[in-house]
């Protein structure tokens, strides 16, 4: 993608050039310098780096297993971390005190201002497989057993919400980069392809684009679901909503890039390509393709987080990933409730604030990437 | 222009024919159908099952299927009957769309009454806190899913108790005098409609503001400034009435979007719009209904992009339209 034909080596100047006044660079490193100075975009990466890191650890860094139920614990509510003791003496690790339920109707839990339960790194829980592979039982943090811990409370199964939202991420946030990548394929394909040839084939596929942006989104995509039965179990229903997702998105990539063929066909490099009697296929893959990337990659940052919220709606609506696996959407959903949503507000914002915040981050990345790779930006520098 | 109306117009045809045509096969293409699972109901007869099945003539080939429903469309608008709610369809989803139109209307209201003024404001302010404030704020809206706005809305609302957080109308809607009920309707509406009418906010806000400072730097505007006029006059008599033009022709696109928008907000809501009844339909495989609303919300959204480009026609003499 980066690679460029030395220009003029058929004809090497007789005397030695003169000294640059700054070393040639790789278009990475061009876009390194410009990409560092957007500090929103920096965040933006960082932080979806951390998310997505997070949820490859997740059993690691879950203290408790998805659908591990607490029957003592319904609709906990997030456990205060404390650094200084009753005695007034500060701690190097925070410490949390143990809960007990108070007015069982309501749900209310006093914390025992007389225990102190340390958190504890590494220690000993579930045993689990990272990775998928290696067996492991160690998690990042947790409590002395019997005793329970719920930084971010629990559900109405007592189920903990951090746990189910780390382990909820490998649903969401892999549905964003798995479906961007599928539609995303196809997208660039047809749209070559239609602007390419032409003719038939770009009629058809043009036309078609058009049907499936002319169905309002949520309604084709409730409409698409349809075509799956409802009770599917969890893993189908993850495919089931990449499918879904990838068959609509690619129609509005799809016909931009077309329009950037038809432009880029008539250049002579394609010309010359041609002339030497290159295959359409590896022309269109080669040659062409490769110009539209740094479109490609922004259009791409800029659209995962739809997939993410398809994700989102679907399993809110009921008809997504079901239970007990954990999503952020069928999370959400648990604060879909008039009841829930005054008095277990964490339901709403666990789930809520991660959305957000990955949203964000894509958003953040996105823009300071169109930033960074737009080539009529004036090197070194970035306009008011 | 007459010509190129009636031209947009003859080629929306095929477009909703092949809408048709795909909703169909989606539906044809799920597994099993409404008498199906009434089927497994033991209440019910075996006989009544199989006459309903030749009512709606599902005991023939698929491609007949569709070139009845599609008769009876065009010829009587006829939409199909509904199975899980015994009405016509079209009877059914009439009163649904009504519902969302006025939600997306008000929504619309929302957005342009928000985002012209602030987009001005930023613009007259250029890169002062006021800028930055608004443009960082536009940024969190876009990021935030109507899920999250809508189910936030509803915990502030639940918790001050100032809006009604579900439904269209309160029990006692009947018996309010006719000022009443629209001031009862728009209390109803006010949350539903801000979080339909924040998603689009921050993207006209930014353009409100990119077309002002293009206009600010005109000619014209040097000229009223350089025979003292004041400020105000400058931006608001001059500048904004130009900078606004673009926008208008937005408002067509933005009312097929809203549709879609709507959909999440209905269901928070409660507010008995067309998307509640396709998930409701989705669910009972109530083939007609889905078919019916899609097509239905197509319609607005295809309209709406018609309206936009017929403004567009109109408001820029640069464009031909023959």
């Keep these: 993608m980066t690679e460029h034909a030395a220009p003029g080596a058929a004809a090497p100047p007789p005397a030695a050039p003169e000294p640059l006044a700054r070393p040639p660079q790789s278009p990475w490193t061009l876009f390194w310098r410009q990409f560092r100075k957007s500090q929103l975009a920096m965040a933006g990466g960082a932080l ?134 599928i539609s995303f394929t196809i997208g660039l394909l047809l749209g070559g392809v239609a602007g390419y040839f032409g ?124 239970e007990p696996s954990p999503s952020w959407g069928n999370m959400l959903q648990q604060a879909r409730t008039l009841r829930a949503l005054t008095s277990f507000p964490w339901l709403l914002f666990t789930p809520g604030l991660a959305i957000f915040l990955t949203v964000l981050a894509f958003n953040f990345l996105g823009d300071g990437l169109r930033d960074a790779l737009d080539p009529r930006k004036v090197l070194g520098g970035r306009e008011g | 222009m007459r010509t190129y109306i009636l031209r947009r117009l003859l080629q929306l045809l095929p477009l909703l024919l092949g809408i048709s045509a795909l909703t169909f096969l989606l539906i044809w293409l799920a597994p099993g159908d409404f008498l199906s699972m009434m089927a497994e109901n033991p209440q019910i007869q075996p006989e009544t099952i199989e006459a309903m099945r030749r009512k709606f003539g599902l005991d023939r080939p698929w491609y007949l299927q569709y070139l009845l429903y599609l008769k009876n469309v065009f010829l009587h608008l006829d939409f199909g009957e509904s199975f899980s709610r015994h009405q016509p369809v079209f009877h059914v989803l009439r009163n649904a769309l009504g519902n969302t139109l006025i939600l997306a209307v008000a929504a619309a209201c929302v957005t342009w009454m928000l985002a012209i003024p602030l987009g001005v404001w930023a613009a007259v302010r250029q890169y002062s806190w006021v800028d930055k404030t608004l443009s960082f704020l536009s940024f969190a809206w876009l990021s935030t899913p109507e899920v999250l706005s809508g189910l936030l809305l509803v915990f502030l609302a639940a918790k001050t108790g100032w809006f009604p957080v579900s439904g269209m109308r309160t029990l006692d809607w009947e018996m309010l005098g006719p000022l009443d009920k629209a001031l009862d309707l728009l209390h109803h509406l006010v949350l539903p409609a801000f979080v339909v009418g924040l998603i689009p906010l921050a993207g006209r806000m930014r353009q409100m503001r990119g077309n002002l400072l293009d206009v600010l730097r005109l000619e014209y505007v040097t000229t009223a400034r350089a025979k003292g006029l004041d400020e105000r006059t400058v931006i608001f008599k001059h500048a904004v009435r130009n900078a606004i033009n673009p926008l208008i022709t937005l408002f067509g696109f933005t009312l097929g979007s809203l549709v879609s928008g709507a959909f999440i907000a209905e269901i928070i809501f409660a507010w008995p719009g067309l998307g509640r009844i396709t998930i409701e339909a989705i669910i009972t495989q109530d083939q007609y209904l889905v078919m019916g609303s899609v097509l239905m919300a197509s319609v607005v959204l295809v309209l709406g992009n018609l309206i936009a480009d017929f403004l567009l026609a109109w408001a820029d003499p640069r464009i031909t339209y023959d």
């Design chain 1, 199 to 322: 003719g038939i084939v770009d009629t058809l596929l043009m036309r078609f684009s058009e049907l499936l942006l002319s169905i309002p989104g949520l309604y084709l995509i409730i409409a698409l679901r349809g075509v799956f039965p409802m009770d599917l179990p969890s893993q189908q229903v993850y495919l089931a909503i990449i499918v879904i997702l990838s068959f609509i998105g690619w129609a509005g990539l799809a016909r931009i890039v077309r329009g950037m063929v038809l432009s880029l066909r008539k250049q002579e490099y394609v010309l010359a390509a041609e002339a030497l009697g290159m295959g359409r296929m590896r022309i269109i893959a080669r040659h062409i393709l490769p110009n539209t990337m740094s479109f490609v990659i922004v259009a791409a940052t800029l659209t995962i987080p739809a997939y993410i919220l398809g994700e989102v709606v679907l399993s809110f609506l009921g008809a997504g990933v079901q």
């Design chain 1, 48 to 181: 979806l780096a951390a998310f997505y890191a997070v949820m490859v650890v997740a059993p690691f860094v879950a203290p408790y297993s998805f659908e591990e139920m607490d029957r003592q614990r319904f609709f906990h509510p997030p456990q205060r971390l404390h650094w200084v003791e009753p005695g007034g003496r500060w701690r190097l690790t925070p410490y949390v005190h143990p809960t007990r339920l108070e007015d069982p109707a309501e749900f209310r839990y006093v914390e025992d201002r007389g225990r102190v339960l340390p958190l504890r790194f590494f220690v000993r829980g579930a045993a689990y497989r990272l990775f998928g592979v290696i067996p492991w039982d160690r998690h990042l943090f947790g409590v002395e057993a019997p005793e329970r811990v719920n930084l971010l409370g629990t559900d109405s199964f007592g189920r903990d919400e951090l746990s189910r939202l780390v382990y909820g991420a490998q649903i969401s946030l892999t549905v964003g980069l798995v479906g961007m990548t």
